[in-house]
């Protein structure tokens, strides 16, 4: 079965960086696009950014676009997320998922497994 965990989330000030990480197993990982995901505590789950199979081609939401990068190494099956310049609207749990196909998709019923997330906070 398709198995993602989240590490790396944690109390961090407002302008620092965080790097998330989600490790994956149970499918063939170079294959699929995967994504990240963020929920606040009473909001919904929104899009935070996507990466395609190859790695090559990638999507953010313009929240976070310019601060965070989305990369992927598929010799390790893992899935990272930089964060930099955070702010304190960035603290959510941040959830990883595997989509569908192989290609980048921002709409999350393009996605099929997820993590069980990993809390980030921001303080100002």
């Known amino acids: 079965q398709v198995r993602l965990v989240e590490s790396g989330g944690g109390l961090v000030q407002s302008g620092g960086s965080l790097k998330l990480s989600c490790a994956a197993s149970?499918?063939?990982?170079?294959?699929?696009?995967m994504g990240w995901f963020r929920q606040a505590p009473g909001k919904e789950r929104e899009f935070v950014a996507t990466?395609?199979?190859?790695?090559?081609?990638?999507d953010y939401a313009d929240s976070v676009k310019g601060r965070f990068t989305i990369s992927r190494e598929n010799a390790k099956n893992t899935a990272y997320l930089q964060m930099n310049s955070l702010k304190p609207e960035d603290t959510a749990v941040y959830y990883c998922?595997?989509?569908?196909?192989?290609?980048?998709?921002?709409?999350?019923?393009?996605?099929?497994?997820w993590g069980q997330g990993t809390q980030v906070t921001v303080s100002s």
């Open positions: 998922a595997k989509a569908r196909g192989a290609f980048s998709r921002s709409n999350a019923d393009a996605y099929d497994s």
């Open positions: 149970g499918f063939t990982f170079s294959t699929y696009a």
């Open positions: 990466i395609g199979f190859t790695g090559r081609a990638t």
